[in-house]
């Protein structure tokens, strides 16, 4: 059995930082891609920025610059440090990984897992 659990977020006022972590446990035989998602009221879930078991990082239009991702190989976990934080930031944050299991490790079968999500708030 594969978890991520996610630690971080908050309440924050504009202009701050708050930094999200995620660490994935159980029979993992590789982790591939990792990511954060938000999902803000109302609206969908979307792309926060990912990175690849190589270090390739992807981030939204919204997050350049401000957001940054990265990853511990070593410790199964990801990171988000989100700086310049704006109201419209405020949204559940999930971290996402695509894992290959040790139970699926023959046919290199990928799972898309995710975290149980953190609420960041950024609010005067």
């Known amino acids: 059995q594969v978890k991520l659990v996610e630690s971080g977020g908050g309440m924050v006022q504009p202009g701050g930082s708050l930094g999200l972590s995620c660490a994935a446990s159980?029979?993992?035989?590789?982790?591939?891609?990792m990511g954060w998602y938000r999902q803000a009221p109302g609206k969908q879930r979307e792309l926060v920025a990912a990175i690849t078991s190589g270090g390739s990082t992807n981030y939204a239009d919204s997050a350049k610059g401000r957001f940054t991702i990265s990853r511990d190989n070593a410790k199964n976990t990801v990171y988000l440090q989100m700086n310049s934080l704006k109201p419209e930031d405020t949204a559940v944050y999930y971290c996402n990984s695509k894992i290959i299991s040790n139970r699926d490790a023959l046919f290199a079968r990928e799972v898309d897992y995710w975290g149980q999500g953190t609420q960041v708030i950024v609010s005067p």
């Open positions: 159980g029979s993992i035989f590789r982790i591939n891609a």
